[in-house]
């Protein structure tokens, strides 16, 4: 493992002037995949495809932080074992969330396909009883937005203010923000109609982010992303919980 390590290190040592990030993540998990191998790691094939690209993406992105940041994240070195667990965990549990929520959208295309009973209406109790996460899918606070979206704190609070965008609160009087809403760093177009039609931020964005009969079982949030704003105007008026 060290030698290929090594060998690694040697391709990145000088990296050719305007090699991307994507490249060099994917050179890292060519070797790592190989040093798996080489080592009698047993995995599957499909993890350890995922093994060597999660390796190789941590690895470009170390390589375009600032030198502040990467001296930085050395004064945490004893515990980067407990933070690469935590980080492959929260992908794991990320994915299982998705799946879920796939698996239970095609239910009800299943169903009608089948030509079965109407699919029941979403229990509206759970935006109060499950987190957040759970099925509003990602979401985020103002610094990851400022930082990553580059949307500047004052501006998010003023959207907020205005209705102009999405605010989940998450505990006492925190907010966080899903990331489905924005467009190039900004709130797609007719979120601010569709919180006048759905008053509840929380309703409003389980409406937004699920198959809506209403609109022939498309998704709101992404019909917007599209432009279609008067079509899923004119069905969040008309929508009412049961």
């Known amino acids: 493992m060290r030698g290929q390590q090594d060998r690694c290190m040697t391709r990145f040592q000088n990296p050719t002037v305007g090699t991307s990030q994507e490249a060099l993540a994917g050179l890292v998990a060519e070797a790592v995949q190989q040093a798996l191998v080489q080592h009698g790691i047993a995995l599957d094939p499909q993890t ?5 690209v999660l390796a190789g993406s941590v690895a470009a992105t ?10 930085a994240i050395d004064t945490v070195r004893s515990e980067w074992t407990a933070l690469a667990t935590e980080f492959v965990q929260s992908i794991a549990d990320k994915a299982a969330r998705r799946a879920r929520n796939i698996a239970a959208a095609d239910e009800p295309a299943a169903a009608a396909d089948d030509d079965k009973a109407a699919s029941p209406q979403p229990d509206w109790r759970m935006l109060h009883s499950t987190l957040i996460e759970e099925w509003a899918g990602e979401v985020a606070g103002s610094t990851y937005l400022e930082e990553n979206l580059r949307i500047p704190r ?3 609070h003023r959207w907020q203010r205005r209705g102009e965008v999405i605010a989940l609160r998450k505990g006492g009087r925190k907010h966080v923000f899903p990331l489905a ?5 900004r709130p797609a177009a007719g979120i601010s109609e569709v919180l006048s039609a759905i008053s509840n931020p929380r309703l409003a964005w389980f409406w937004l982010n699920r ?11 992404e019909m917007l ?6 079509e ?3 069905a969040a008026r008309d929508f009412s919980p049961a």
Not at 225 to 230: A, E, F, I, L, T
């Open 181 to 185: 809403q924005f467009i190039d760093g």
């Open 232 to 234: 899923v105007v004119l």
């Open 225 to 230: 992303k599209h432009d279609m704003v008067q």
């Open 62 to 71: 170390l390589t375009f932080l600032s030198q502040t940041q990467r001296l």
């Open 154 to 156: 004052s501006t998010l």
């Open 211 to 221: 198959a809506a009969p209403e609109l022939g079982g498309r998704v709101p949030i």
């Open 48 to 52: 350890l495809v995922s093994a060597g």
